[in-house]
């Protein structure tokens, strides 16, 4: 489908971001969500997490620029034929970033139906 307009896009995010319980929400640090158009190296790719997992934060872990999860509009839409299919693509990719932020691998993900 063609891409949302930005605005109707961010909010589905922070509707998705609404959908995590608010103990995770509460467990995340030092990471901000983005929405970007298109990953410029892989442009296909729907969402990606930058940084430092949780579990592989030490004590020498300080003062740091907040991870960064990348949520990619043009890509999640290129995929999606109903706005339905947006929503339920958002969410799934949201929580796929949040959980590499915990330390889970693509492998682990795939295993709990979160591929």
């Known amino acids: 489908?063609?891409?949302?307009?930005?605005?109707?896009?961010?909010?589905?995010?922070?509707?998705?971001?609404?959908?995590?319980?608010?103990?995770?929400?509460?467990?995340?640090?030092?990471?901000?969500?983005?929405?970007?158009?298109?990953?410029p190296e892989e442009p296909d790719l729907l969402g990606l997490y930058e940084g430092f997992a949780l579990t592989e934060r030490g004590w020498e872990y300080g003062g740091a620029l907040p991870d960064r999860i990348m949520i990619y509009r043009?890509?999640?839409?290129?995929?999606?034929?109903?706005?339905?299919?947006?929503?339920?693509?958002?969410?799934?990719?949201?929580v796929h970033e949040i959980a590499h932020h915990f330390g889970i691998d693509d492998e682990r993900l795939h295993e709990l139906g979160w591929g």
Do not use: G
Request: hydrophobic residues 50%.
């Open 74 to 94: 043009e890509a999640i839409c290129d995929i999606s034929e109903t706005a339905d299919d947006v929503v339920d693509e958002v969410t799934i990719t949201v």
């Open 1 to 39: 489908m063609k891409p949302l307009p930005v605005e109707v896009f961010e909010q589905l995010v922070a509707d998705a971001l609404d959908q995590v319980p608010p103990e995770l929400l509460a467990l995340m640090d030092n990471v901000v969500v983005l929405v970007e158009d298109r990953n």
